[in-house]
């Protein structure tokens, strides 16, 4: 969890959309015909398969470490949460990480899990703003 001041850090480096527009990820062709199909791979079975089959410069691992999740290049392993496969590769020099989300839950009153009306972080909304 972040605290407030690590949300807004990373809230402002939000830039997720400029990375779907730029590397243009293909659809997870496993779940086509399913209604939530979108452009994440699963870090298990033949999911994790097929992607280690891609050239690593089309992977991108989202990682997802201390509530905030973020897009960056090639294959890891470490902290890694799902995949994407880009259709345009990325090149040397090219930006290396792009933030997705960061949780907003407040890390004081563990987003309103205990008594929290006089939450300084949130104000009493057990999450920040
Ligand atoms: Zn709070």
Known sequence: MPSKEEY????????????????KPQMNHFH???????????????EVQY???QPDNLIWTVIEEDGVTCFIQGYHFVNRFQYL??????????????????????????????E??????CGGEGYYV
């Open 116 to 121: 929290n009306e006089n939450c300084k972080e």
């Open 51 to 53: 992607v280690k089959e």
């Open 32 to 46: 086509k015909g399913n209604p939530n199909q979108d452009e994440f791979y699963e870090t298990f079975g033949e």
């Open 85 to 114: 496969i880009a259709t345009v590769p990325y090149k040397r020099g090219d930006k290396e990480t792009y933030y997705d989300a960061v949780d907003n839950w407040c890390i004081e009153c563990d987003g309103g899990q205990e």
């Open 8 to 23: 807004k850090y990373y809230y402002d480096k939000i830039d997720s959309d400029d990375f779907f527009e730029k590397y």
